[in-house]
């Protein structure tokens, strides 16, 4: 795996890191706002999981495969559209054959220059775990292509001046076209967000934030200065899972990703992780993943 130097784990990449390991070329240290590239005919299997620190939007164009995201595993094959979301963990891939994709992924950085001009449903797609995946009609997969591929080639032109400028435009007019797709009406209006949806999109932010020193559902309730009731209502309503399981699976998966591919000792995991002890922590493991935490390191190192 590639180490990123402004990273602590190995199994942390940003939108540079993922194209040079896709690429299979390590050499390159060019970091990059955002970046094109292509799979083709490829077969991958992953086993400890990875965390994303840009978004990527991936179009599968052929072959079939089975990844998990978040907390949910999802199908994909031709026509699927996959969101792999900033500091979102994919802890599980493999192909069932060859697989063909097309992949623009962006930066935090450039991210968050987008956003705020666009829908509130694109901070709920980011943000939610159960939207990773979307199947496209064939001429909506065209239009979604097409629209890649002029970003990529865009990407890949010589600096100018107000490069930066029309990337940043492209890709806003991607993200709109993912929107419409995701929550185009059938009369063509895109609806507004529920004050739900905004709720689930709050607390899993300030679940990213705050996991690794949080995880009472009763904390994250003030923070949105709602009931726990409440939030354990609404979270459970757009996800099927409770907050709790929401707030766990950020943990757990943290700890993956630095028990499979770092020096620190599972003490310093647990430290890290703000847990009350070493002992502690392993029971929490243990109970959430069925492996205590040494059996996974030793799992993810053969």
Do not use: W
């Not at 495969?65 to 900033?86: A, T, W």
């Not at 107000?162 to 806003?172: A, D, G, N, V, Y």
């Amino acid at each position: 795996m590639i180490n990123s130097g402004n990273t602590e784990f190995y199994h942390t990449f940003d939108i540079t890191d993922i194209a040079r390991y896709i690429k299979r070329n390590s050499d390159s240290e060019q970091r990059s706002d955002a970046v094109f590239y292509e799979i083709d005919g490829a077969d991958y299997k992953l086993q400890a999981p990875v965390r994303l620190l840009g978004l990527t939007i991936a179009l599968c164009l052929e072959g079939e495969g089975e990844l998990s995201i978040g907390v949910k595993s999802f199908k994909c094959s031709k026509n699927s559209l996959i969101l792999l979301n900033p500091n979102q963990y994919v802890h599980s891939l493999r192909t069932f054959s060859p697989v063909k994709f097309m992949l623009i992924g962006c930066n935090v950085e450039i991210l968050q220059t987008i956003v705020p001009k666009l829908s509130g449903f694109l901070s709920l797609m980011i943000h939610n775990p159960m939207e990773s995946v979307t199947m496209l009609t064939d001429q909506q997969t065209v239009n979604m292509k097409e629209l890649m591929k002029y970003v990529g080639k865009k990407l890949e032109a010589p600096e100018t001046p107000i490069k930066k400028t029309k990337i940043r435009s492209l890709l806003q007019a991607l993200l709109c076209e993912i929107i419409e797709i995701h929550y185009g009406a059938a009369d063509g209006m895109v609806r507004f967000q529920t004050r739900k949806e905004e709720i689930f999109t709050k607390f899993v932010s300030e679940v990213i934030n705050n996991f690794k020193s949080e995880r009472s559902v009763s904390f994250y309730a003030d923070r949105l200065c709602v009931t726990p009731k409440h939030l354990s209502a609404v979270v459970k309503e757009i996800t099927r899972h409770t907050a709790g399981e929401l707030i766990d699976h950020y943990v757990i998966m943290e700890a993956k990703v630095m028990l499979a591919e770092s020096s620190l000792t599972i003490q310093e995991v647990a430290n890290k992780l703000n847990f009350a002890n070493q002992s502690f922590f392993g029971k929490y493991f243990k109970h959430l993943t069925g492996f205590s935490p040494s059996a996974f390191r030793k799992m993810t190192s053969i």
